[in-house]
């Protein structure tokens, strides 16, 4: 592919260069970063929330850049007379831009995978990974790209972003589609939805999982968060999806059904005792969760090892999602038992003490409400403990992050759990202890007993020693994070590890510390 071949796939405001500008060299890249630039390159410079890559159009030459894509008039005008020689194409969107260069480049592998696109507040990731099992299941091959990890055809990478720009996305698909990948599964997050970074994709199933207060730092209002979202449902910047999976449950799936409705999809619910895709009853059990499903495809007893009912609702999305994709419903029913928990997402840690401890991504305080709600149930009085157990319950708040929900997740854990430890998450440039003190007196005021312990690992084994047999533990907030990014550093910390150390020292396990 040359700078011609590529430019002809391309919505242009405007486009110049030499006489031979670029016509037979072969195009070698397609980057938005200058770092990244090499030789024979094509460097998109747009703008962005944080920065402006048109401030880098000259490192990108430097770099060996064959061409440059803009999304400004101004680097176009200054490229046409400074830069003769050097193919320059004007946009005037430039994610969009950045989309359609690296499907060009990458082979259109977005025309090879059907793509289930989840969003959300809660549920985004365990609602991804049951999908891509399900899918799984029924022998398909699929890319999956989300918080904790990506999947490119059962290989497993880190994760970078929740969705990551386009260019890194469609060369994760073409990579995928290489090995024999047919399907692609992803979160799509309220910020790329808005920057525009999943421009490109048709989403053939869109998934609704809840809308909670959350990224109020960078929407500004839950108006303008909501908004976000429905664009992945009513056809205004993508293309609307053939299947809206919609959470039947959520105050804000009416709306959503009616503007994917208009836009031409085809509308399933989901809910627990409402819905098309529904569970009409379910126990808890020690291993997760039995479920009596009834669906338009029919009606079975379903068994999973995911536990709660946040979990039971995650599964029926997942289900409804897979089947809007062709799955079977005998093949659903069978996979759902094999299905494991996400790695982060009440994940379990066991060391042998008497006393559960539980690890969770749980970071608004609907979540938070939620997981203590799970423990409660946990803790219920039994045969074996006629008393009952505790909630102890360990959370922080992200700094540079949304304010206004601290006071809210100190509420939501003073008046779920019987102890609590409000401690760090990631703290970023903030003070830890500024950020408590937006904590505490909504914590106070729940009556709760508490302490506050801003180093984290301290945190987690106050929490310890003051458990007794039969209470569970919640680690909060971070999850599968392998980080704690502070003011000055980052350094290695990982929730799960932090506790089996700390287990460890009070006599449980080996007690292994990093």
Same mark, same amino acid.
């Given at each position: 592919?040359?700078?011609?071949?590529?430019?002809?796939?391309?919505?242009?405001?405007? &486009?110049?260069?030499?006489?031979?500008?670029?016509?037979?060299?072969?195009?070698?890249?397609?980057?938005?970063?200058?770092?990244?630039?090499?030789?024979?390159?094509?460097?998109?410079?747009?703008?962005?929330?944080?920065?402006?890559?048109?401030?880098?159009?000259?490192?990108?030459?430097?770099?060996?850049?064959?061409?440059?894509?803009?999304?400004?008039?101004?680097?176009?005008?200054?490229?046409?007379?400074?830069?003769?020689?050097?193919?320059?194409?004007?946009?005037?969107?430039?994610?969009?831009?950045?989309?359609?260069?690296?499907?060009?480049?990458?082979?259109?592998?977005?025309?090879?995978?059907?793509?289930?696109?989840?969003?959300?507040?809660?549920?985004?990731?365990?609602?991804?990974?049951?999908?891509?099992?399900?899918?799984?299941?029924?022998?398909?091959?699929?890319?999956?790209?989300?918080?904790?990890?990506?999947?490119?055809?059962?290989?497993?990478?880190?994760?970078?972003?929740?969705?990551?720009?386009?260019?890194?996305?469609?060369?994760? @698909?073409?990579?995928?589609?290489?090995?024999?990948?047919?399907?692609?599964?992803?979160?799509?997050? &309220?910020?790329?939805?808005?920057?525009?970074?999943?421009?490109? /994709?048709?989403?053939?199933?869109?998934?609704?999982?809840?809308?909670?207060?959350?990224?109020?730092?960078?929407?500004?209002?839950?108006?303008?968060?909501?908004?976000?979202?429905?664009?992945?449902?009513?056809?205004?910047?993508?293309?609307?999806?053939?299947?809206?999976?919609?959470?039947?449950?959520?105050?804000?799936?009416?709306? /959503?059904?009616?503007?994917?409705?208009?836009?031409?999809?085809?509308? =399933?619910?989901?809910?627990?005792?409402?819905?098309?895709? =529904?569970?009409?009853?379910?126990?808890?059990?020690?291993?997760?969760?039995?479920?009596?499903?009834?669906?338009?495809?029919?009606?079975?007893?379903?068994?999973?090892? /995911?536990?709660?009912?946040?979990?039971?609702?995650?599964?029926?999305?997942?289900?409804?999602?897979?089947?809007?994709?062709?799955?079977?419903?005998?093949?659903?029913?069978?996979?759902?038992?094999?299905?494991?928990?996400?790695?982060?997402?009440?994940?379990?840690?066991?060391?042998?003490?008497?006393?559960?401890?539980?690890?969770?991504?749980?970071?608004?305080?609907?979540?938070?409400?939620?997981?203590?709600?799970?423990?409660?149930?946990?803790?219920?009085?039994?045969?074996? @403990?006629?008393?009952?157990?505790?909630?102890?319950?360990?959370?922080?708040?992200?700094?540079?992050?949304?304010?206004?929900?601290?006071?809210? @997740?100190?509420?939501?854990?003073?008046?779920? &759990?019987?102890?609590?430890?409000?401690?760090?998450?990631?703290?970023?440039?903030?003070?830890?202890?500024?950020?408590?003190?937006?904590?505490?007196?909504?914590?106070?005021?729940?009556?709760?007993?508490?302490?506050?312990?801003?180093?984290?690992?301290?945190?987690?084994?106050?929490?310890?020693?003051?458990?007794?047999?039969?209470?569970?533990?919640?680690?909060?907030?971070?999850?599968?994070?392998?980080?704690?990014?502070?003011?000055?550093?980052?350094?290695?910390?990982?929730?799960?590890?932090?506790?089996?150390?700390?287990?460890?020292?009070?006599?449980?396990?080996?007690?292994?510390?990093?």
């Amino acid at each position: 592919m040359n700078w011609n071949d590529l430019i002809a796939e391309m919505d242009a405001v405007g &486009s110049g260069g030499g006489p031979s500008a670029g016509s037979g060299a072969p195009v070698t890249g397609i980057e938005y970063d200058s770092r990244r630039v090499r030789s024979g390159a094509v460097f998109v410079a747009m703008k962005g929330g944080s920065t402006d890559g048109n401030r880098y159009v000259e490192k990108a030459i430097a770099a060996g850049a064959l061409g440059v894509i803009t999304d400004s008039s101004e680097t176009f005008d200054h490229l046409l007379v400074y830069k003769p020689g050097l193919p320059v194409l004007e946009v005037e969107h430039g994610r969009r831009a950045l989309a359609q260069a690296a499907a060009a480049f990458f082979g259109h592998p977005e025309r090879r995978l059907a793509a289930t696109g989840i969003t959300g507040t809660n549920g985004k990731t365990t609602t991804a990974f049951l999908t891509e099992g399900l899918l799984n299941a029924a022998g398909r091959a699929t890319v999956l790209i989300g918080t904790i990890e990506y999947h490119i055809a059962g290989d497993l990478r880190p994760s970078t972003h929740t969705t990551p720009e386009s260019r890194d996305l469609f060369e994760l @698909m073409a990579e995928g589609a290489a090995r024999g990948a047919t399907e692609l599964v992803s979160e799509v997050s &309220s910020h790329a939805l808005d920057q525009g970074r999943a421009s490109g /994709l048709n989403f053939d199933v869109a998934v609704f999982t809840n809308l909670t207060r959350d990224h109020l730092d960078y929407h500004q209002t839950m108006e303008k968060y909501f908004a976000a979202k429905r664009l992945l449902f009513d056809g205004t910047a993508y293309p609307p999806p053939r299947i809206a999976v919609l959470n039947a449950h959520d105050p804000h799936t009416e709306e /959503l059904a009616r503007a994917a409705r208009k836009a031409g999809a085809e509308i =399933r619910t989901y809910g627990i005792g409402k819905g098309d895709w =529904r569970t009409a009853s379910y126990s808890l059990t020690p291993g997760g969760a039995e479920l009596n499903l009834e669906t338009p495809a029919g009606a079975a007893q379903v068994t999973s090892r /995911l536990a709660g009912e946040v979990n039971v609702l995650n599964l029926l999305a997942a289900l409804a999602a897979a089947h809007a994709r062709g799955v079977a419903f005998d093949v659903l029913v069978n996979a759902a038992a094999r299905l494991k928990p996400v790695p982060g997402r009440f994940q379990a840690v066991d060391a042998g003490q008497p006393f559960t401890v539980i690890v969770d991504y749980a970071h608004t305080d609907d979540a938070l409400r939620n997981l203590t709600a799970l423990a409660r149930q946990m803790t219920a009085r039994t045969d074996r @403990m006629p008393v009952g157990g505790r909630v102890i319950t360990v959370f922080g708040c992200g700094g540079d992050r949304d304010r206004t929900k601290r006071p809210k @997740m100190g509420q939501a854990a003073g008046e779920g &759990s019987d102890f609590v430890v409000a401690t760090s998450d990631n703290p970023r440039s903030e003070d830890p202890l500024a950020i408590l003190a937006e904590i505490e007196p909504a914590l106070k005021s729940t009556g709760v007993a508490y302490a506050v312990e801003p180093d984290r690992a301290a945190a987690i084994r106050l929490a310890f020693e003051k458990a007794a047999p039969g209470d569970v533990v919640l680690i909060a907030g971070k999850g599968h994070e392998k980080q704690q990014i502070l003011a000055d550093r980052t350094i290695p910390f990982d929730d799960a590890e932090i506790a089996l150390c700390a287990l460890g020292k009070l006599g449980y396990g080996e007690g292994q510390c990093i």
